[in-house]
């Protein structure tokens, strides 16, 4: 083992976040080591992986997968694991440094927990994790002396900004959105949107799961919730502003007046190269800004009557932690159904709307009630959509 090397698990090295955390990777050989790859089901992007990288195990969560894996990895050396339990186990193992979390998300919880208990520095890109149980994991995370960097480019620009400025206190969070394919689309043209047309955004090259919650702007309401916790903010303290260019990522204002940004390609290699190598920089495979191609940069704010689960993340974020879980698993349970094609794209938010109302709020002590509140909220937005 090379110890002047940082040793790395990929915790979905197969989706977009893990290919591209692998091509950083690949690019600054002599800074990182690839430890654990992970995968839910994609076991011939695994293998390949496994083959080029050569880490020290992977997990291939879905079970069916393993036999497959372990033949096509048998001369090697590399360890092979399958199940979901696997991957809550292999973050502890002592070779590694850094854990990035860029499971879908709520898979993400329970390993990001299993990992900050064995005092791995979390290198989260799966905001999942802090909707659902944010007061657990910061204080997990103060418990155990760990750090968690964020990877999401929003959130990756707000550290950025705060860089230097942690004692000072925040005046106002600026969360930036591209507003997704269908910016500045009227309602009654959403009536009819397909999945092909919620799957292709504009900017950016992401998974199925998150292209839908860009298209209604769900994962601005979850990055609101996560931005209270990662930075210590209240959400009255946050804005949404649309940014058609996806250029500036987030900005902060301080009590000066004075407002800090962070600029640059929408290419998530560069947050990822931030917070795998943080506190130095290193090169991630991006160009630089051409200031002299930059015509204009445009900001507004959203149009809240075309996206009204803003105006809920904001209730929520102000309400009981168990509604955030709700509203996280209400989004899920209607994301996977407007894929397969069972709901309208209109009735995401409608759904999650009923969830939220109907919804009991526990009170949460413990991972087990986290557990506990996520499946009845399943349970709840499931049968909202069988009365649909």
């Known amino acids: 083992m090379d110890k002047t090397k940082k040793h790395v698990a990929i915790l979905g090295s197969t989706g977009s976040i893990g290919t591209q955390a692998l091509d950083v990777i690949e690019a600054n050989k002599d800074l990182f080591e690839v430890e654990v790859l992970t ?33 096509a990895l048998g001369s090697s050396d590399i360890k092979v694991y399958a199940g979901v339990e696997s991957l809550s186990q292999v973050v502890e193992m002592d070779t590694i440094d850094v854990v990035l979390t860029a499971l879908v998300g709520y898979s993400g919880l329970k390993p990001t927990i299993n ?31 760990v750090n968690i960097y964020p990877v999401d480019s929003e959130h990756s620009a707000i550290f950025q900004c705060l860089v230097g400025e942690f004692h000072n206190p925040i005046e106002k969070i600026y969360l930036t959105a591209s507003g997704g394919p269908f910016r500045g689309w009227k309602k009654d043209k959403l009536i009819s949107v397909s999945k092909q047309q919620a799957l292709k955004h504009p900017n950016w090259d992401m998974g199925r799961k998150i292209s839908v919650d860009s298209a209604t702007m769900m994962n601005k309401g979850l990055e609101l919730i996560e931005a209270c916790w990662l930075f210590d903010v209240p959400p009255e303290k946050i804005e949404f502003v649309i940014h058609p260019q996806s250029i500036v990522h987030s900005m902060v204002e301080f009590v000066d007046g004075s407002v800090v ?22 090169g991630a495979g991006v160009a630089g800004l051409d ?11 959203p149009e809240l009557s075309r996206f009204p689960v803003l105006s809920m993340a904001r209730s929520v974020a102000s309400g009981p932690k ?18 397969a094609e069972r ?26 009630d986290v557990l506990a509140c996520d499946t009845a909220a399943r349970a709840l937005t499931r049968r909202i959509l069988t009365s649909l």
């Open 261 to 282: 940004a962070q600029l640059g390609q929408p290419d998530m290699r560069t947050p990822i190269a931030h917070v795998l190598a943080f506190p130095e920089r290193v």
């Open 343 to 368: 709901l309208s794209f209109l009735n995401i938010s409608i759904v999650i709307k009923a969830a939220l109302d109907a919804a009991e709020t526990p009170e949460l002590h413990s991972l087990d």
């Open 322 to 339: 168990s509604l955030a879980i709700t509203f996280n698993a209400a989004n899920e349970v209607a994301v996977e159904a407007f894929l």
């Open 291 to 301: 200031f002299s191609k930059l015509t204009a940069l445009e900001f507004r704010s």
């Open 115 to 145: 990992a900050i208990k064995a005092k791995k520095s979390i290198a989260l890109a799966n905001k999942e994790t802090l909707v659902v149980a944010g007061s657990l994991i910061t204080a997990l995370a103060k418990e155990n002396g």
């Open 39 to 71: 995968a839910n089901s994609n076991s011939e992007l695994l293998i390949q992986q496994a083959l080029k990288h050569k880490p020290n195990a992977v997990v291939i969560a879905n079970e069916n997968k393993y036999n497959e894996v372990k033949d």
